[in-house]
């Protein structure tokens, strides 16, 4: 496939979460290539078209078409792409490269094995997830080894020690560096670990019912209201991920059937659920038959076509009854239970297979329209930088981000910058502090899809050069105040003033510019305390000062009659002032 192919093929998919599989045809076999996960899977399906790696160019050279599954929660995506992968083997999936913002939990291969959590499992390891709240897992770990005494410390700590460390002190370790407990008892430990990871609980919740009981009975409210909160975490903390596709009661494999008529032509969409877990789904097109009632009458011609040489489910659901008596019948008398659920887990598994029948495409939005402007996959992450300060003082930059055009406050960041009169040189500064946390993988977000920075032609240079000595690359561009330029690497763009994608740009720039500000007025106003000490300057005064002159050395600077000036500042405080500083 080309890229015109890929874009193509990409603007018919819908932007719900889901799976993707680039497919290669040779006459009537097919194999699947690649298997990847996606938030919005047009977007990600698009991305391809310009593809960041010679090995994935490579595979998009290769496929002669896309498959897609549309799922309910990314958590679901995230389950169906492990199981493909399993099952398929796909060439081009050598390892998991999209994960970067599911963290796994891993027990290392050593005699006392280390608890952590990582995005780069050892290959000996034993790991767990990936999991899609990194604070949830964080909370985990901690109670497992403030209960379980599980090391957590690098081999150069846990090596020739003499004496236990903090860890030890604060009841998160065992000790076994220094033989404070035995290999065997250890290894019981580990294995509470594995068996609630692997499902079980109360090997966790348990203890800390029983502590927060303690606290309780003791008094100790704060503690017990500590191990409340971890005990709600980690009963949460299994049921989060994938509650839509676990199969009903004790059933062991289900079939979800659901079917979409558009005119003379008809899909049939067929989940598959095994164990508990959605493990495979396939999409069936066939001639829409005539009637009133087509969907069912599609139905009860799909039930005996499809299941005529295939070993039949121990369910079956249905978005509708099939019309034929006789399907029904022979669907009971082979012990399959057929039901149309309406609500609860079973209604749930019917709509994520309604999803994937109708494969809806959606409308453009400012995203697309901001997407479609500047020659981009769709920016559904924006994260806008500023930079304030006061004549090169109390130097500060914000990094806001923006997720489906709302701001998104937990993925808020703001820094404190070199104390220096140079715009460009801070927004240089800022930007390759974020990309260095990106790369070394020191910051817990996704990478966005877009950086916006406030400013022209100067800072998105800054921005850029931070950028190429780097290596994050990610697409940036600027917005100039003045007139409301948008200003590219390739030129500047003056978009209409109602443009939605423009006004999107100026709320990602507004709130990055509000952030900064902010931050910047609350630096200033606590490192800049010499002022309190002169008598007759209080804290208004002294707000007014500063945003008269911008800094204590400005103050410092300024003459007697300046300092009057200021509405509160007299003679004798302004002598005051010079002297005092």
């Not at 407990?181 to 919740?205: M, N, P």
């Not at 839509?244 to 979800?256: I, T």
């Not at 992450?381 to 130097?395: L, M, N, Q, T």
């Not at 930007?431 to 916006?452: F, T």
Request: proline share 4%; hydrophobic share 35%; with cysteine.
């Amino acid at each position: 496939m080309d890229a015109s192919s890929v874009r193509e093929r990409a603007d018919a998919l819908p932007r719900d979460p889901g799976i993707y599989q680039f497919l290669e045809r040779d006459g009537d076999t097919e194999s699947v290539l690649y298997v990847g996960k996606a938030v919005n899977i047009r977007d990600r399906v698009r991305s391809y078209a310009d593809p960041r790696s010679q090995r994935i160019r490579k595979m998009v050279r290769r496929a002669d078409a896309i498959d897609i599954a549309v799922t309910d929660t990314e958590t679901q995506a995230l389950l169906l792409e492990a199981n493909l992968i399993k099952r398929h083997q796909p060439r081009y999936n050598v390892r998991l490269k999209d994960d970067k913002s599911y963290p796994l939990v891993q027990l290392t291969d050593h005699a006392y094995p280390r608890i952590e959590i990582t995005r780069d499992p050892d290959d000996a390891a034993t790991v767990f997830g990936p999991y899609t709240r990194k604070d949830a897992v964080e909370t985990v770990v901690k109670a497992l080894r403030a209960t379980y005494g599980l090391r957590g410390c690098s081999d150069y700590k846990f090596e020739g020690r003499d004496r236990p460390c903090l860890d030890h002190e604060m009841g998160l370790c065992s000790a076994p560096c220094v033989d404070a407990i035995d290999e065997a008892a250890y290894s019981e430990d580990i294995q509470s670990a594995i068996r609630f990871f692997e499902g079980e609980t109360g090997v966790l919740a348990e203890p800390l019912e029983r502590e927060m009981e303690a606290a309780a009975q003791q008094a100790e409210f704060e503690r017990a209201a500590n191990a409340r909160d971890r005990l709600e975490v980690v009963e949460a903390f299994h049921g989060g991920g994938g509650e839509a596709v676990s199969s009903p009661g004790h059933r062991r494999e289900v079939d979800v059937l659901a079917a979409v008529v558009n005119g003379d032509s008809a899909t049939v969409a067929r989940l598959h659920a095994s164990g508990g877990q959605l493990v495979d789904r396939t999409r069936h097109r066939l001639d829409a038959p005539e009637g009133e009632d087509r969907v069912a009458t599609l139905l009860s011609a799909f039930l005996t076509q499809y299941y005529a040489e295939r070993e039949l489910p121990d369910a079956i659901l249905l978005a509708e009854r099939p019309d034929d008596p006789d399907v029904l019948e022979w669907l009971d008398a082979a012990g399959v239970e057929v039901s149309v659920p309406g609500a609860g887990r079973e209604g749930k598994l019917v709509e994520l297979a309604l999803k994937n029948a109708r494969n809806e495409v959606g409308r453009d939005d400012e995203i697309g329209a901001l997407a479609d402007a500047l020659s981009i996959p769709r920016p559904e992450r924006i994260e806008g930088f500023d930079v304030s300060h006061a004549h090169g003082k109390a130097v500060v930059g914000s990094d806001v981000c923006f997720v489906g055009g709302s701001p998104e406050k937990s993925g808020y960041r703001r820094k404190k910058l070199t104390e220096r009169n140079d715009d460009y040189a801070n927004m240089r500064e800022l930007v390759r502090w974020r990309a260095e946390r990106a790369i070394e993988g020191r910051d817990d977000r996704p990478d966005p899809d877009l950086l916006l920075i406030d400013g022209g032609e100067g800072q998105l240079g800054a921005a850029l050069d931070a950028l190429a000595e780097t290596g994050w690359d990610i697409p940036c561009i600027g917005i100039a105040k003045a007139e409301e330029l948008v200003i590219t690497e390739s030129g500047v763009e003056n978009w209409n003033e109602s443009a939605p994608h423009l006004h999107l740009l100026q709320r990602v720039r507004d709130e990055s510019h509000r952030f900064a500000v902010q931050y910047h007025q609350s630096i200033r106003d606590d490192v800049k305390t010499a002022l309190d000490e002169v008598s007759g300057v209080g804290a208004e005064t002294r707000k007014r000062l500063l945003r008269r002159f911008g800094s204590v050395d400005a103050v410092r600077e300024a003459s007697e009659d300046d300092l009057q000036d200021v509405s509160g500042v007299g003679e004798k405080t302004a002598e005051r002032i010079l002297r005092r500083l």
